[in-house]
């Protein structure tokens, strides 16, 4: 998904509060608020809005030396959601259709969204809500008859405490059948994004393969990935990308992925021709790859993902 | 009230949807944004939040060559506002307080902004609000006091449409007492203020002397008043200023002032102390102010008014 001009207030506003979130000098943020007024004028529209995501925390942290703001709020959901891990474990094992219900709940995690929401989100509520309705957008039969017939799955996560609904989700794709699933985190800490750490401390690790990718970007910039990730983005017969992020940054590739996500923001929901609020499980087309011999591994990423 | 970080996400918002108000043409909705951009960089928080959106205003007449995008919704709400006068008047002649009514009129009409709220407001439902309930900061005895004890008032006007209400309140005033009231309008096209044309439109021009001021600011700032206004605003016995803008420029200066207004942003709703949605009467008290030997007439604004 392109940046469109309403973007531009959105990621100033995150730009604020992030810097808030990080420092209480007033000074600072203003600095902070002017070096990306400063990156906004030369952006071009046709990148992606986690790339100025990124550009905004590597700003914030170069200016305040703090490489990880969100580590406290991180831990607490990631608490809190793994003392909900038992009760939500019941309620998949005691459901007519618990893939899908596995499913919903991780699109459910999904609210635990800093970047879009900071913590004005009510995750009680919005499991009630997700269990109880059908996504907006649902193309679930088509993901489980693709996970029916995988032998790999790449799993590209998103937030601390959400991962903790994905690993329940990963749980019951390997219940219904014996397959490798590589789930990536962050490689370096960036907003609430779940990291190794996080992985580790939800128990990840301990279920599947969890790869460490990028330099904090939010989302998974394919230009930026190392080429393990990429290599297994082209190599898995089924990609599911958690959050906006991966949905704006994935929308448009070389192969189908499956995106989960709640939909927080009216630009996402225009891109998408859904609502604010909204669940979702989509599934992108491959865009028809521009193949260009300097790509490594004649990867299928459209133009722009080849530096 | 000086320029708070919050003011500069919503700048940006503003921007767009006036430039989109203006033109289609997203490649120059694009370049008015980089320039506004441009100009957030250097923009002194000791600034008032109107001058900066009068910059946005001079940016998008210059790209577009619209002097006067809003012309179509003045004269839309005037028309709206004048048929609804005969109602309001039999509401003020019939009140208990009609004087108090008046004023709470003069409030509701303040709601048609299409700075802060584009076309999103209720005119009838706020003017119920407003007539069943008590302002949130309520100066009006002092004001009444003041009003009879006068023999000369300064009315600062703002938005085409809730110049009718003004009229309301000025009709009130003569009826109570024998004095003299110049109403000020802008003196170029700015978003939706009322200008020559909208006074006369709404036949203020028949009951009170209008005085045009400025050159296209959304409200007065003093340094680029005319010498006309400059002296009404020292000489009057009452000064009222209609609007968030009037109270983010005038909020502190050399003389007390009334601020009457609906509260439509957090920003301003923290700086007066209430909540957004809030009808006020606020009387601002006196800055102690900087004598400075060249102000003309020796006036009386603070050093940040005298150039």
């Given at each position: 998904m392109k940046t469109y001009l309403d973007c531009f207030?959105?990621?100033?506003?995150?730009?604020?509060?992030?810097?808030?979130?990080?420092?209480?000098?007033?000074?600072?943020?203003?600095?902070?608020?002017?070096?990306?007024?400063?990156?906004?004028?030369?952006?071009?529209?046709?990148?992606?809005?986690?790339?100025?995501?990124?550009t905004i925390h590597r700003i914030i942290k170069e200016k305040t030396g703090n490489k990880d703001p969100y580590v406290g709020v991180k831990r607490k959901y990631n608490e809190i959601a793994l003392r909900m891990y038992p009760d939500l474990k019941r309620l998949v094992s005691g459901a007519d259709d618990s893939l899908f219900t596995a499913c919903k709940l991780a699109i459910a995690g999904n609210i635990i969204d800093f970047g879009a929401l900071g913590e004005s989100f009510d995750l009680e509520q919005t499991i009630k809500g997700v269990l109880n309705s059908a996504p907006a957008i649902n193309r679930f039969d088509e993901l489980r008859r693709d996970i029916l017939g995988?032998?790999?799955i790449l799993y590209l996560g998103d937030n601390a405490g959400e991962i903790v609904f994905d690993r329940i989700l990963?749980?019951?794709?390997?219940?219904?059948?014996?397959l490798t699933i590589k789930f990536v985190v962050k490689g370096e800490p960036i907003l609430n994004d779940a990291t190794l750490e996080d992985a580790k401390f939800v128990g990840m690790d301990r279920i599947c393969e969890v790869i460490p990718d990028g330099h904090g970007a939010p989302a998974t910039i394919l230009t930026e990935s190392s080429p393990e990730v990429r290599r297994a983005f082209d190599a898995a017969d089924?990609?599911?990308?958690?959050?906006?992020?991966?949905?704006?940054?994935?929308?448009?590739?070389?192969?189908?992925?499956?995106?989960?996500?709640?939909?927080?923001?009216p630009v996402v929901a225009r891109d998408?021709?859904?609502?604010?609020?909204?669940?979702?499980?989509?599934?992108?087309?491959?865009?028809?790859?521009?193949?260009?011999?300097?790509a490594p591994g004649g990867c299928c990423h459209p133009p722009e993902f080849l530096g």
């Open positions: 207030p959105c990621v100033l506003r995150h730009a604020l509060q992030s810097a808030r979130m990080t420092t209480p000098d007033e000074r600072v943020q203003h600095e902070v608020l002017v070096r990306v007024l400063r990156e906004l004028t030369r952006f071009p529209l046709s990148a992606t809005p986690p790339e100025i995501t990124q995988a032998s790999g990963v749980e019951e794709i390997l219940n219904c059948r014996s089924v990609v599911i990308a958690k959050g906006q992020g991966n949905y704006e940054t994935l929308s448009e590739t070389g192969r189908p992925v499956y995106f989960l996500l709640k939909v927080k923001c998408l021709g859904c609502q604010v609020g909204d669940s979702v499980i989509h599934r992108s087309t491959a865009i028809i790859p521009h193949i260009d011999p300097r």
